[in-house]
């Protein structure tokens, strides 16, 4: 795709942001909406511009994110009063990156075809973390030929972006991510809670386990923040509970039992319920602590 690109984008949360800081560092314009303004003023002083709603951020924009909380919140920005599909600019790329379900995902690249525009479906994974370092996974679904045009501008702020297939492939593909963090999560926090009550020195186990076979993102990451007492979100709990609530419907679709799944579900819940939904979902150690 050309060097400078319109770009309207749609969701300015923990990592829109960032993703935003990568595209207008590239020589991007960026036309920018959230449902509260100030939480883009920093992104306006440095050189983004507002718009009033998604379908102004949309308007004369070849290529429109959105990254927004849940797929109610999805299905408004593209179908809503003030969506995007009601300025339907022909050959105009729309790329949703919340983790959505794979049948919005589908609908969404449906009407978007109807009216002479792309879709792309491209939940990333990463939390802000990968957001600030450009490091994200995407997982796309759509058009092999689009995602081929995108490719440059995905580099901006990915570092694992993976063609997974037609519309909805890359939402089912964030669901297994999803799952397998899940139950990772557990396994994190009962590792640090065992070696806690062993006697052990967390930071010293942590050098032996997360380099070994039990490595993953969450053991190198999430209990540095642990051991801070840092709960704040790269990932909100809120936000997780979704995604394993429509993991959950999909599997149930498939006739797939997913009971490691639903264990994490249970538990997060009442996490959620505790009073912790706003936390980030490392704050599941809470758990086998209160």
């Known amino acids: 795709m050309e060097k400078s690109l319109s770009i309207g984008f749609i969701g300015t949360g923990v990592m829109g942001k960032s993703i935003v800081r990568h595209l207008l560092k590239a020589g991007h314009k960026l036309t920018v909406y959230s449902r509260t303004k100030e939480k883009a003023a920093d992104l306006l002083e440095e050189g983004a511009v507002w718009a009033d709603h998604p379908s102004d951020a949309a308007k ?3 290529v429109v994110f959105t990254m927004v909380g849940y797929p109610s919140d999805v299905e408004e920005v593209y179908f809503g009063e003030h969506g995007i599909f009601t300025i339907a600019e022909k050959g105009q790329i729309v790329v949703d990156m919340t983790t959505s379900e794979p049948t919005l995902a589908i609908r969404i690249a449906e009407q978007a075809a109807a009216l002479d525009m792309h879709s792309i479906d ?6 802000d973390v990968g957001a600030k370092n450009g490091t994200l996974s995407i997982m796309c679904g759509g058009e092999k030929e689009v995602f081929d045009r995108l490719l440059p501008v995905f580099s901006l702020f990915g570092g694992n972006i993976v063609y997974q297939g037609k519309a909805g ?5 964030k669901m297994s991510n999803q799952i397998a963090i899940s139950t990772n999560m557990i396994g994190v926090c009962e590792a640090l809670v065992y070696a806690k009550k ?8 942590l050098k ?3 380099s070994g076979a039990a490595g993953s993102w969450s053991l190198s990451n999430y209990p540095k923040r642990i051991l801070q007492g840092d709960l704040e979100p790269g990932f909100y709990i809120k936000h997780f509970l979704k995604d394993m609530r429509i993991a959950l419907m999909e599997a149930e ?3 797939l039992e997913l009971p490691g799944l639903k264990l994490a579900k249970e538990i997060y819940d009442q996490l959620a319920e505790d009073g912790y939904k706003e936390k980030g979902i490392h704050a599941l150690i809470r758990y086998y602590m209160d």
């Not at 491209?122 to 939390?127: D, I, K, L, R, T």
């Open 208 to 210: 032996s386990i997360s």
């Open 122 to 127: 491209a939940p990333v994974s990463g939390g």
């Open 60 to 62: 004369n924009a070849e």
């Open 198 to 205: 062993a006697g052990l020195d967390l930071e010293t186990v």
């Open 169 to 173: 492939a890359g939402q089912h593909t």
């Open 253 to 255: 679709q498939m006739g």
